[in-house]
């Protein structure tokens, strides 16, 4: 009877049964919202943290020209900051010398603010804890720096986390050398020192045992919480086979279940469970889809990824706003509103502000001493050209 139940066990582990109907995509305007309204912020605060990085806490405008792929920029970094005169604002040093590019004091107090959250004790801790977990879901226990930098700022890590952050935790952080199993070559890699048990707990679990007061058994079915906007309708086979799919044993994101029939059901539950604690990990609960199809390919997915998101709309949104497409978690929301919001996420609406704040300035002197526009764009050209411009003072 064991061996008999065991060879069930199994088949059902291989089964595909998704219906060959269409998962349609409907527009959730709170959670486009969500992403719309943080437009442009990535660059500003890259560009903030580049600034205030410097011994100067300023840096040469005909320098920036260089950062303009390093922060994704659709425009000249010169005329971007042009755009944000409540956060930027430039000054010559001396008249002999190139304009500069500085923080106005508006943003450098939010700055500071920001720098106090992420110097704080349970900050760091939980920061750490959050590292260590996103780590914790790659077989292997690293990923080449590169891929962990896509993920910097919804994992809510510093800019300079590499040296204000991982050197304090040699327990939990080692930088080393691999093999990039994508392009073949040696690369910088962030891995953990070791595999923590206490870690490897997913958000699905830690819920469950709430509710019942002890840790989660293996092979138990867990379901997810499903959202749909207001008069979507899934097609009545996708429902069905949802409902199927939803008893299926949940296992966890900190497991290896590469054993599975790649185009099972079980196979896909378990994908959904890996995109699940990722999105839970990162602050924001959100990413673009780029940064998790890429995750997806270094830990071993490929396009299953893909498949888990068109197939569960209710679980996981994919907005298009902002010239890209980006996940967000269902769940994490309400309405516009992030129902556990981080302080880093407290910071982020008070930026905004000021931004939104800047597209109310209205003909003002972005750059000091020049007073009419003409003038002021001539000395942002000849900086991004790598001239000097000098100018009288008034």
């Known amino acids: 009877m064991a061996a008999a139940t ?37 660059q500003v605060l890259s560009l903030k943290d580049r600034i205030v990085s410097s011994p100067s806490k300023s840096l040469p405008l005909s320098s920036l020209s260089l950062l303009k792929p390093l922060v994704n920029l659709h ?15 430039t000054f010559q040093p001396a008249p002999s010398h190139p304009l500069h590019v500085r923080l106005t004091p508006q943003a450098l107090s939010l700055h500071k603010e920001e720098e106090m959250i992420h110097l704080s004790p349970p900050h760091r801790n939980a920061t750490v804890q959050r590292l260590a977990k996103f780590l914790m879901l790659t077989g292997a226990g690293s990923l080449p720096l590169n891929v962990v930098d896509r993920f910097r700022f919804d994992l ?23 093999r990039d199993r994508l392009t073949g070559e040696q690369t ?8 923590w048990s206490s870690l490897a707990v997913s958000e699905m679990e830690r819920r469950e045992a709430i509710v019942d007061g002890f840790r989660v058994k293996k092979g138990l079915p867990i379901r997810y919480s499903m959202n749909f906007p207001k008069g979507y309708e899934l097609d009545k086979r996708v429902k069905e086979w949802v409902e199927q799919w939803q008893n299926l044993p949940y296992i966890s994101p900190y497991e290896n279940a590469f054993h599975l029939g790649s185009s099972s059901d079980q196979a896909e539950k378990w994908a959904v469970a890996v995109l699940h604690e990722l999105l839970c990990i990162l602050v924001s609960k959100k990413t673009e889809t780029d940064n998790v199809l890429c995750l997806g390919e270094y830990l071993g997915f490929g396009i299953r990824f893909k498949k888990a998101l068109v197939h569960h709309p209710g679980i996981f949104y994919m907005s298009h706003k902002i010239r890209t497409q980006t996940v967000v978690l269902r769940e994490a929301y309400h309405k516009v509103f992030l129902i556990e919001r981080h302080p880093l996420m407290g910071m982020r609406p008070r930026y905004l502000y000021l931004m939104s704040k800047s597209g109310k300035v209205k003909k003002r002197d972005y750059v000091h001493g020049i007073e009419r526009s003409n003038q002021k764009k001539r000395a942002i050209k000849a900086c991004e050209d790598g001239e000097i411009y000098a100018h009288s003072s008034r």
Do not use: M
Request: hydrophobic letters at 40%.
């Open 156 to 178: 809510g890590l510093p800019h300079d986390y590499i040296t204000s952050l991982i050197g304090d935790y040699p327990d939990y952080f080692e930088v080393t050398e691999i």
């Open 188 to 195: 910088l890699a962030l891995a953990v020192s070791s595999r």
């Open 6 to 42: 065991t060879k069930l066990g199994r088949a059902l582990q291989q089964r595909r049964t998704f219906v060959n109907a269409r998962v349609k995509w409907v527009c959730d305007h709170y959670l486009d919202e969500v992403v719309q309204r943080e437009k442009n912020l990535k």
């Open 75 to 89: 425009i000249t970094a010169a005329v971007f900051l042009q755009k944000y005169p409540s956060l930027f604002t």
